[in-house]
């Protein structure tokens, strides 16, 4: 079974540049989420989907940050313009579980991250 | 709110002995989630273990088990036999249930060392 694939691993650009993630979930994972990891830190929530759409994007700073997961499949988050603060590494995860309900055990299976600097 | 706290920024232990990595948290949920994750040098967050909220019996798998004590909410992390190929950093994480949108939340993580 194949894992949650990112694209790209690293991304460099000077500030006030927009960038662009790329996410592709487990195979029939319904759930899907965007992390941001400060260096030093856990990773923190940004946005999570259920199915195509938004569960969760309460921790988003929405007035530079989006996010889509078209199709219910692939997801995209972006950000415009970047600050010097978004260097971070971004994560994506999937997991099974339908949001609102309790199923037990509901892992997250993670992706590789892509290390974003910002200049 | 959920809260989870992992107050070892860093360990060390001997290889092929034994280590626990703390972690307590906080939460209002009666049903939630706690998760180990490893996550090495290259940065990919690797699954570990997982106890539930009502499993009576601690959680293991293979050389990870989770010393759960649900009334001191303390979810302990104990890698028997370390190898060096432990070293990495170490996050407890905790999912909430239905009122706290399933979300995940995470410790700030222990590195941990592993010494030949």
């Known amino acids: 079974e194949a894992g949650v694939a990112q694209s790209p691993r690293y991304k460099i650009i000077e500030k006030r540049q927009s960038v662009a993630f790329w996410c592709n979930p487990i195979s029939g994972h319904a759930t899907l989420y965007w992390y941001q990891q400060i260096l030093g830190q856990g990773p923190k929530l940004l946005i999570q989907f259920q199915n195509n759409g938004v569960v969760d994007d309460s921790q988003l700073p929405k007035d530079r940050f989006s996010a889509e997961r078209l199709k219910g499949v692939d997801s995209t988050l972006k950000i415009q313009p970047a600050k010097l603060e978004d260097s971070a590494v971004y994560l994506c995860a999937s997991s099974v579980q339908l949001a609102g309900s309790w199923m037990g055990t509901d892992t997250q299976y993670f992706g590789p991250g892509t290390r974003l600097t910002v200049l | ?116």
């Open chain 2, 1 to 116: 709110a959920q809260k989870i706290t992992q107050t070892q920024p860093g360990m060390f232990v001997q290889e092929k002995e034994a280590v626990t990595l703390d972690c307590t948290y906080d939460t209002s949920d009666p049903s939630y989630g706690l998760f180990w994750y490893k996550q090495p040098s290259s940065g990919e967050m690797i699954f570990l273990i997982y106890q539930g909220s009502y499993d009576q019996q601690n959680a293991t798998e293979g050389r990870y088990s989770l010393n759960f004590q649900k009334a001191r909410k303390s979810a302990n992390l104990v890698i028997s036999a370390s190898q060096l190929g432990d070293s990495a950093m170490y996050f407890c994480a905790m999912r909430g249930g239905v009122h706290n949108n399933n979300d995940m939340r995470f410790g700030a993580g222990t590195r941990l060392t592993v010494k030949p």
